[in-house]
């Protein structure tokens, strides 16, 4: 099974901050790494499908970029609504679809 | 407008049964996979269980298998998690999702969650 890691887990930023999220898998995918996000109380919601690619409705200041075993979420220009956790998974192959453990990102 | 939906958390206790149910609506149901994830209470996402899209094909996380069982009815546009032998660490929001071969197997939509308590 693949296991997903995420740094750093938690992090404090400013609005208008550049805001980087690394996630590491446990063995090479091509492709299939997705991006959520999830406010308190809330269901999580995609941002980011097979690494790279902009789920509809969701803001350009949001990107995803990587190969292989490391990928990277990027917010350009962090917003008062972005502060939520962030979380990597991989749909690679057949289930288990695992997630990564999270990355809190909270106002400074 | 494509909608989950679950029902059928609560409370149980150890050793018990639940039944949740998860309905679709807005989306020809039949297309898609489904999954269940949850989330115990301060914690991070767990994808436990997944149902192609003719219900044939099933896989589980090892913390589940065995105890549950997942199951969909296209008929009535719904997907079933059968939960045995419950035990506090079971305890959770239990998310239903689609996943969708247009986002690469991402899930791109997901029900508001129910919640499940194990307790004496």
């Known amino acids: 099974d693949i296991q997903m890691t995420q740094s750093p887990s938690s992090l404090s930023a400013s609005v208008g901050d550049r805001v980087t999220i690394t996630c590491r898998a446990s063995?090479?995918?091509?492709?299939?790494l997705n991006w959520y996000q999830q406010k308190p109380g809330k269901a999580p919601k995609l941002l980011i499908y097979a690494v790279s690619s902009l789920q509809s409705g969701v803001p350009s200041r949001f990107s995803g970029s990587g190969s292989g075993t490391e990928f990277t979420l990027t917010i350009s220009g962090l917003q008062a609504e972005d502060f939520a956790t962030y979380y990597c998974?991989?749909?690679?192959?057949?289930?288990?679809?695992?997630f990564g453990p999270g990355t809190k990102v909270d106002i400074k | 407008q494509e909608q989950l939906v679950e029902s059928g958390g609560g409370l149980v206790k150890p050793e018990g049964s639940l039944r949740l149910s998860c309905a679709a609506s807005g989306f020809t149901f039949s297309d898609y996979y489904m999954s269940w994830i949850r989330q115990p209470p301060g914690k991070g996402l767990e994808w436990i269980s997944y149902?192609?899209?003719?219900?044939?094909?099933?896989y589980y996380a090892d913390s589940v298998q065995g105890r549950f069982i997942v199951s969909r009815d296209n008929a009535k546009n719904s997907m079933y998690l059968q939960m045995n032998s419950l035990s506090v660490d079971d305890t959770a929001v239990y998310y239903c999702?689609?996943?969708?071969?247009?986002?690469?197997?991402?899930?791109?939509?997901w029900g508001h969650g129910t919640v499940v308590t194990v307790s004496s």
């Open positions: 149902v192609g899209g003719s219900g044939k094909t099933k």
């Open positions: 063995q090479s995918m091509s492709g299939y």
């Open positions: 998974q991989q749909s690679f192959d057949t289930p288990p679809f695992t």
């Open positions: 999702a689609r996943g969708s071969r247009a986002v690469d197997d991402a899930f791109d939509i």
